[in-house]
């Protein structure tokens, strides 16, 4: 998983405003209050308002992913962003704004590295209890490479290589049973490259024959590894259910 500065994140926030912003087009709206303080009646009144509250919903999304939304002291943040439209610079001049971000990302960053490499550990000593009870049960095989399936149904087509093209169904769930991708959620089978997916994947493809459906238990060195992946923790076992409905000949 990539880790990102608190700086990487909020430059992020900006880009991804300035660019909304850009392919956006703000209607004239009707005159109308929010709470007691606000009121839109111009154009340009209803694009402040909410070029502040995308700001806002931006930014506070940002620093959940950072880990820090819950201490954030948001009026602080209020009140820096009105010395920064008036061009207050007395509390703080530039050098000093890019010095405490950068200071206080660097620290941030330790933490949630920290936490990741935490996390990696408690998936991986999970994982291999997983593992070692998982491979005693009826039906479950096991590979040289660790890689453990269970046959579901049994088809009488032709078995893929490396170089084919697969079109499947697939259910992927983690140790606590959450679906993190599913085909068959999305009622659409998917269709790719033999040799382009996860080691578990590549290796237990080729076990089975078109109309084959088996249940794929994946250690994570054959899956995302101590990295893991945008919905995936790191060292993270992961179970598939997977249909292979057709293989494609490569050349």
Known sequence: MKKRTLLTIITGIVI???GYLAGSFFPMMKTFKIGSSISLKTEIDSFSYAFGLYQGGATLAGLNQAMIGNEFPKGNFISGVEDGLNENKEIMDQMAVENVIQNFS???????????????????????RF???????????????????EVLARGNGI????????TVHYTGTLLDGKV??????RGEPITFKLGQVIKGWTEGLQLMK?????KFFIPSDL????????????????????ELIKVIRGK
Do not use: C, H, W
Not at 159 to 166: H, I, M, Q, W, Y
């Open 131 to 149: 593992l070692e009870t998982n491979k005693t049960r009826a039906g479950v095989s096991t590979t040289e490479s660790g890689l453990q399936y």
């Open 106 to 128: 660097m620290k941030q960053q330790e933490k949630m590295m920290q936490k990741e490499q935490e996390k990696a550990e408690v998936n991986l000593a999970d994982g291999v």
């Open 210 to 214: 078109e109309g084959d459906k088996f």
């Open 223 to 242: 899956a995302y590894g101590p990295s893991g992946s945008r919905s995936i923790e790191p060292n993270a076992v992961l179970t598939f259910e997977v």
């Open 16 to 18: 991804l405003t300035a």
């Open 159 to 166: 078995s893929p290589r490396e170089t084919d093209s697969l």
């Open 180 to 185: 993190f991708d599913s085909s068959v959620d």
